[in-house]
T-cell receptor, first 108, second 116 residues
Framework: EDKVVQSPLSLVVHEGDTVTLNCSYE??????LLWYKQEKKAPTFLFML????IEKKSGRLSSILDKKELFSILNITATQTGDSAIYLC????????FGPGTRLSVLP | ETGVTQTPRHLVMGMTNKKSLKCEQH?????MYWYKQSAKKPLELMFV???????ENNSVPSRFSPECPNSSHLFLHLHTLQPEDSALYLC???????????????FGPGTRLTVT
């Protein structure tokens, strides 16, 4: 059965800190690993990763995939209070399988 | 309207009621999804429609009945629900380009359902 695990489940940091969120996956017929940010309601798309070792970057956020170790990380540098959200990782194989999310709280 | 919309945003219903959730996507996508998000649990895929054909039914109880009349609209018909069905129901859409390719999903704001 396909599975996505995220760690930590919850994280509290102060503004300016750098955080690393982890995602490991077991997905049959793997196509991609996706990251989403969920604030109030709808998850919003951040990154889609299909190849190992190629970093995707958007502002202070970056992500990389290791297809050998079945692992991805999401980095956020110089965190801001607006980064407070649940960060979801999903594996896309036959279908989409989501992890439980990491709840990030950034304190002023 | 842009993106993915869902109505209603909030719904309270009794266990004997019948109601429907509606989702509409304005992105020209060919695949639509229903997910259930309960507290402290991962997003659970319920149904997938691809080109209006149901391609996935993830062992969902029959009290949930999906309908996809066209590639832009998706409904979830609800009847004789249980209190444990209370959750956030999210609709998503994507452009499925076929086997071997991947694509992101775009989510609607969700319907917060409470079953009393």
């Amino acid at each position: 059965e396909d599975k996505v695990v995220q760690s930590p489940l919850s994280l509290v940091v102060h503004e300016g800190d750098t955080v690393t969120l982890n995602c490991s996956y077991e997905v049959t017929n793997f196509r991609s690993l996706l990251w989403y940010k969920q604030e109030k309601k709808a998850p919003t798309f951040l990154f889609m990763l299909t190849s190992s070792g190629i970093e995707k970057k958007s502002g202070r956020l970056s992500s990389i995939l290791d297809k050998k170790e079945l692992f991805s990380i999401l980095n956020i540098t110089a965190t801001q209070t607006g980064d407070s959200a649940i960060y979801l990782c999903a594996g896309h194989g036959q279908n989409f399988v989501f992890g439980p999310g990491t709840r990030l709280s950034v304190l002023p | 309207e842009t993106g993915v919309t869902q109505t209603p945003r909030h719904l309270v219903m009794g266990m004997t009621n019948k109601k429907s959730l509606k989702c509409e996507q304005h992105l020209g996508h060919n695949a639509m999804y229903w997910y259930k998000q309960s507290a402290k649990k991962p997003l659970e895929l319920m149904f997938v429609y691809n080109f209006k054909e149901q391609t996935e039914n993830n062992s969902v109880p029959s009290r949930f009945s999906p309908e996809c009349p066209n590639s832009s609209h998706l409904f979830l018909h609800l009847h004789t629900l249980q209190p444990e069905d209370s959750a956030l129901y999210l609709c998503a859409s994507s452009q499925d380009k076929g086997q071997g390719t991947s694509y992101e999903q775009y989510f609607g704001p969700g319907t917060r359902l409470t079953v009393t």
